[in-house]
């Protein structure tokens, strides 16, 4: 009962430095998106994935990349991190883009960029 | 990019109590979607609703998707404790790729006094 797991859950980063945030479901979903939460703003898409080795931009992509290796894994990697990307990150799933398809969150990544 | 202007922002409200909150927009949606979030959890699916008009109950949850399918509320009867957190409306269009996207509302914090 895994579902939609995210790594690491809390993370501090100094202006500069790179990381990755891991997601990953077991439900052989096609659909992978990643969003970022802010106070009073709601959840807005980063990057998102059709499929394996497919991805696109959201709505908010800038300073982030993503690749879709596996239908598993949606890796988001911040290159240079800057203090404008603290937030709390989701990655989201779902079987297909079909309308009404239960779309699967993880618990959520916090990132603080200092 | 489309915006979705939920309210009220936080409600206040005595158990047993009704609740009522909405969302508009600026533009048409195929899907609209009510989650519930918790504190350090992802959103929740509560109700999707795919037609104009269409009304949605869950237990003590009911839902509209409005006429101009621009709009939508989420009715909670006889309130209860566990019912406290953060819901969001969201739009989900499907664009000519296929692809889901969703537009997430700015949240509505429910807070039930004792």
Same mark, same amino acid.
């Given at each position: 009962?895994?579902?939609?797991?995210?790594?690491?859950?809390?993370?501090?980063?100094?202006?500069?430095? $790179?990381?990755?945030?891991?997601?990953?479901?077991?439900?052989?979903?096609?659909?992978? #998106?990643?969003?970022?939460?802010?106070?009073?703003?709601?959840?807005?898409?980063?990057?998102? #994935?059709?499929?394996?080795?497919?991805?696109?931009?959201?709505?908010?992509?800038?300073?982030?990349?993503?690749?879709?290796?596996?239908?598993?894994?949606?890796?988001?990697?911040?290159?240079?991190?800057?203090?404008?990307?603290? $937030?709390?990150?989701?990655?989201?799933? $779902?079987?297909?883009?079909?309308?009404?398809?239960?779309?699967?969150?993880?618990?959520?990544?916090?990132?603080?960029?200092? | *990019?489309?915006?979705?202007?939920?309210?009220?922002?936080?409600?206040?409200?005595?158990?047993?109590? +009704?609740?009522?909150?909405?969302?508009?927009?600026?533009?048409?949606?195929?899907?609209?979607?009510?989650?519930?979030?918790?504190?350090?959890?992802?959103?929740?699916?509560?109700?999707?609703?795919?037609?104009?008009?269409?009304?949605?109950?869950?237990?003590?949850?009911?839902?509209?998707?409005?006429?101009?399918?621009? +709009?939508?509320?989420?009715?909670?009867?006889?309130?209860?404790?566990? +019912?406290? *957190?953060?819901?969001?409306?969201? *739009?989900?269009?499907?664009?000519?790729?296929?692809?889901?996207?969703?537009?997430?509302?700015?949240?509505?914090?429910?807070?039930?006094?004792?």
């Amino acid at each position: 009962n895994a579902g939609v797991t995210q790594t690491p859950k809390f993370q501090v980063l100094k202006t500069g430095q $790179s990381m990755t945030l891991q997601c990953a479901q077991d439900m052989n979903h096609e659909y992978m #998106s990643w969003y970022r939460q802010d106070p009073g703003m709601g959840l807005r898409l980063i990057h998102y #994935s059709v499929g394996a080795g497919i991805t696109d931009q959201g709505e908010v992509p800038n300073g982030y990349n993503v690749s879709r290796s596996t239908t598993e894994d949606f890796p988001l990697r911040l290159l240079s991190a800057a203090p404008s990307q603290t $937030s709390v990150y989701f990655c989201a799933s $779902s079987f297909t883009p079909s309308p009404g398809n239960t779309i699967y969150f993880g618990e959520g990544s916090w990132l603080t960029v200092v | *990019g489309q915006q979705l202007n939920q309210s009220p922002q936080s409600m206040f409200i005595q158990e047993g109590e +009704d609740v009522s909150m909405n969302c508009t927009s600026s533009s048409i949606f195929n899907t609209w979607l009510w989650y519930k979030q918790e504190p350090g959890e992802g959103p929740v699916l509560l109700i999707a609703l795919y037609k104009a008009g269409e009304l949605t109950s869950n237990g003590r949850l009911t839902a509209q998707f409005g006429i101009t399918r621009k +709009d939508s509320f989420l009715n909670i009867s006889a309130s209860i404790p566990s +019912d406290v *957190g953060i819901y969001f409306c969201a *739009g989900q269009l499907i664009s000519n790729f296929g692809n889901e996207k969703l537009t997430f509302g700015t949240g509505t914090r429910l807070t039930i006094i004792p």
